[in-house]
């Protein structure tokens, strides 16, 4: 495969990504340990909270569905 002039290659493009990815991610706020932990524990709280609304809510429609299925069998 020929170069062609001025046009960037493959590698050229990979290496210029990965610079500017380097770049960005000096730029992020990074979370402390205990800011870590408490939006680690806030998660965990909030994905238990709407896993118990979630099958509470499958439990009521699975006990109408079944109630329903009686009355019309």
Do not use: C, H, Q
């Amino acid at each position: 495969m020929v170069a062609v002039p001025g046009k960037p290659t493959i590698w050229d493009k990979i290496t210029k990504f990965m610079r500017e990815v380097r770049s960005e991610l000096r730029k992020v706020a990074w979370p402390n340990r205990e800011e870590l932990i408490t939006y680690t524990i806030v998660v965990i709280v909030t994905v238990i909270i709407v896993a118990l609304f979630t099958g509470l809510i499958d439990v009521i429609v699975s006990g109408l569905l079944k109630l329903l299925g009686r009355l019309g069998g």
